[in-house]
């Protein structure tokens, strides 16, 4: 299992936002958290070689006219591979926790479902409005959303961002990331001018949208992590009359968060749709558009963690 995973982890490493099941170092070895998700990857390490083909892409190392592209077969097995890993994850030994866990686990290393729900969005504004996003510069912004490490729901604020460009092109106010914010400290801060251009509005939305990204990125995200690592360690400390041994905290919280996600039937869906690659089947420029966006995944994205954990709390 140790060397067909660590052909996984090789392979997987190409991603910018995977993170090794492998511990480095001096005590070098399995996570001991995510020996279930190198069990899962490991299944389809051969399949896992079409990582190899975006990154060949990506480096614009393909034959010649298209050496910075891929083909429908290419999207298609890659769609196909995340899919059957998630499918994996279905195990009936596996609890809630588990599945939940490995799920995230997988979109976080290859990003599939919020690169496929960023290129519906592309597509339909598109398809209503005949306004393209697809020059370099556009897909590198619209990409930002990838730096955001709230797995579960991301998908979720890309549709949001896109519905609010909808309504900024209508001339209705449009709500921004910050609207909210500012409301609660000093009142609405503004909306869109109704006699704008659409090409200014849509330049202020590519602003709107990378400072939102950015802004929920490394800021609303670590922070929410930081309050609720914070606020659940506290509650555990009372709950076992403020007890200081770590190992007893982690395992009580594991506890309350399994049971709080079993309870909740809180679950990640992220089964990719064939719609999605039918939608651009024999239309060789919908596909160029959706193999760039694909591409603009292996570009590195800033990234920082929360400023408090588990662990530092407890020490």
Avoid at 76 to 81: A, Y
Avoid at 185 to 207: A, C, F, Y
Wanted: proline fraction near 3%.
């Amino acid at each position: 299992m140790k060397s067909s995973s660590e052909s996984a982890d090789k392979k997987l490493s190409i991603l910018p936002q995977y993170k090794s099941f492998f511990v480095s170092g001096k005590n070098s070895g399995f996570k001991l958290s995510d020996l279930d998700v190198a069990a899962i990857f490991r299944r389809y390490n051969k399949a896992m070689a079409a990582l190899y083909i975006v990154k060949d892409a990506y480096d614009g190392l393909r034959p010649e006219p298209d050496k910075h592209q891929l083909t429908m077969q290419e999207i298609r097995k890659l769609k196909n591979l995340y899919n059957n890993l998630c499918t994996l994850n279905d195990n009936p030994k596996l609890t809630n926790a588990d599945r939940l866990y490995i799920t995230i686990r997988i979109e976080q290393a290859l990003g599939i479902q919020l690169t496929m729900s960023l290129w519906e969005n592309v597509q339909k504004l598109h398809e209503a409005r005949r306004i393209e996003l697809d020059d370099v510069t556009s897909i590198k912004q619209m990409s930002t959303c990838h730096m955001l490490g709230n797995i579960i729901n991301r998908a979720a604020l890309v549709d949001m961002a896109f519905k609010t460009l909808n309504e900024m092109l209508d001339g209705m106010p449009a709500e921004t990331w910050r609207t909210e914010i500012e409301k609660s400290i000093k009142g609405n801060w503004g909306t869109t001018p109704e006699m704008e251009n659409e090409s200014e509005i849509i330049r202020k939305w590519k602003k709107i949208y990378e400072e939102g990204m950015d802004f929920m990125a490394n800021w609303v995200v670590p922070l929410y992590n930081t309050c609720f690592c914070t606020i659940l360690v506290k509650a555990v400390k009372a709950d076992l009359n403020k007890s200081n041994n770590s190992s007893e905290i982690i395992q009580t919280t594991f506890e309350i968060l399994a049971d709080y996600i079993d309870e909740g039937k809180i679950k990640f869906e992220p089964h990719i749709s064939e719609s999605v690659c039918n939608s651009v089947k024999r239309k060789p420029d919908m596909v160029r558009k959706l193999s760039d966006y694909i591409i603009e995944t292996l570009t590195p994205v800033e990234e920082i963690e929360a400023p408090i954990t588990c662990n530092e709390l407890i020490r």
